[in-house]
Antibody
Framework: QVQLVQSGAEVKKPGASVKVSCKAS????????ISWVRQAPGQGLEWMGWISAYYGSTHFAQNLQDRVTLTRDISTTTAYMELRSLTSDDTAVYYC??????????????WGQGTLVTVSS | DIQMTQSPSSLSASIGDRVTITCRAS??????LNWYQQKPGKAPKALIYAASSLQGGVPSRFSGSGSGTDFTLTISGLQPEDFATYYC?????????FGQGTKVEIK
């Protein structure tokens, strides 16, 4: 079965960086793209960006493109999200999500368990 | 960016009720509309993709309809496990945008 297992919770100081990992299993890693979605406490869902697991090409939300890097390691079937210059507004649960495409529509088919990133001085 | 607007933001309903949530896109997105369910402390779960197709394992009391700019999620016969927050999301364009969510609570 498809599984996405994320790294554990992080506490960071303002101005620091965080790197979250997402280990994929149960499918051919390079067949599907992976998006990252975050959710601030008590708030809705925000799409951050996407990486092609095959090509490594990326797309980002405009408000984050200067601070986020998405990478993947095909040999270990792991995707990574790095966010720099953290502020308290970046405190959120970060999800990696494997996309699926059915009926001509891409959707967020499988979700990781989430990684809480807390930014606090 | 395409803006997604859900209504209502929250609703109270009883077991067995029929519940309808609407989602409106700021421009036409054809049928590239998906719905997710999220329970407290859990990751979202895909319910419906392409506006009306049920993701595998999702009960048939969930249904979706619409195209263009106006979409609906219906729960026919609300069950205790359906109390959650529901999000619509468009995949017509990048960035992928979500509605603000609709919280379904017990009356």
């Amino acid at each position: 079965q498809v599984q996405l297992v994320q790294s554990g919770a992080e506490v960071k100081k303002p101005g620091a960086s965080v790197k979250v990992s997402c280990k994929a299993s149960g499918y051919t890693f390079t067949t599907y793209g992976i998006s990252w979605v975050r959710q601030a406490p008590g708030q809705g869902l925000e799409w951050m960006g996407w990486i092609s697991a095959y090509y490594g090409s990326t797309h980002f939300a405009q408000n984050l493109q200067d601070r986020v890097t998405l990478t993947r390691d095909i040999s270990t079937t792991t995707a990574y999200m790095e966010l720099r210059s953290l502020t308290s507004d970046d405190t959120a649960v970060y999800y990696c999500v494997r996309e699926g495409e059915l009926s001509g529509t891409v959707f967020f088919q499988y979700w990781g368990q989430g990684t809480l990133v807390t930014v606090s001085s | 960016d395409i803006q997604m607007t859900q209504s209502p933001s929250s609703l109270s309903a009883s077991i067995g009720d029929r519940v309808t949530i609407t989602c409106r896109a700021s421009q036409s997105i054809s049928s590239h509309l998906n719905w997710y369910q999220q329970k407290p402390g859990k990751a979202p779960k895909a319910l419906i993709y392409a506006a009306s197709s049920l993701q595998g394992g999702v009960p048939s009391r969930f249904s979706g309809s619409g195209s263009g700019t106006d979409f609906t999620l219906t729960i026919s016969g609300l069950q205790p496990e359906d109390f959650a927050t529901y999000y619509c999301q468009q995949s017509h364009n990048s960035p992928r945008t979500f509605g603000q969510g609709t919280k379904v609570e017990i009356k």
